[in-house]
């Protein structure tokens, strides 16, 4: 596939879908709801001790399920969605997405000068035994860095990302401040620290860059958006 027309396809699942608020409240609410269903789902995935006989019967549930969902679906994936108020949705986020089980997921403070996320990270985000996953640190550091960069309207996409990992984070609850450094061009320079009782874990540092394809008009969209 030639560059422009990947970034001609990267464009189009940027989409205009105007649904009125209070259907769209609904929506997220119905959305929220299966998510945190299928997110204690994983979380008892991992920790199941039951015998060989309940675990076939639950699958046998879990397939229902599934084939239920897949009556209607999105072809791909969801993309980031616009209602002509100015509000956008990205449901499909890995980190913050509230259609999405795999997401924390990361509910972001916004301060002038930073942005904050407490989270709690069980069992289902394991690496080394009893500690959070080194890549679900980077990828948390990911979203939080890049969620200071959007909320100081100077948004990109990840350049690069480094990660000083201080001490094993323990599984549990978490606390992620971010904020920009620094600006040069389409470039915004932010950094992050990632504590919990034990103190700091780990800190990140990270370029972000508004890519060639988005300058102009999806770039407005960003800046002028307001949602999840
Ligand atoms: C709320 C939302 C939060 C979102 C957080 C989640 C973020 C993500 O997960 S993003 C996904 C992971 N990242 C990606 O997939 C990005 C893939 N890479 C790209 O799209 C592009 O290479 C991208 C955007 C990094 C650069 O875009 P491109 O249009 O090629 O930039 P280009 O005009 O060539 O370069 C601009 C400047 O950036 C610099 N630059 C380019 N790539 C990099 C890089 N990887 N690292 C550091 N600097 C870079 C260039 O040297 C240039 O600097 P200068 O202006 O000083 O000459």
Redesign the pocket.
Known sequence: MSTEERDRQQRGVYAEEDIPAGELARMAEVARELADDVRALVQATVLTDVADDRIARARELIGQATEILGEEHHERSFGTRFNSDGTHR?WG?A??GIRNPIAPPLRFECFPDKVTVDVDLGGAYEGPAGLVHGGIIAAVF??A???A???AKV??????LSIRYRQGTRLGKIHVEAWVDRV????AFAKGELSTDDGLCAEAEG???????A?GEIQEKVLGRVGD
Request: overall charge neutral.
């Open positions: 990205s986020n980190l913050t990911d979203q860095l890049g969620h960069t959007e909320s948004p990109g996409m990840t350049g690069t040069e061009g389409v470039k370029v972000f860059i508004m890519p060639k394809w300058r």
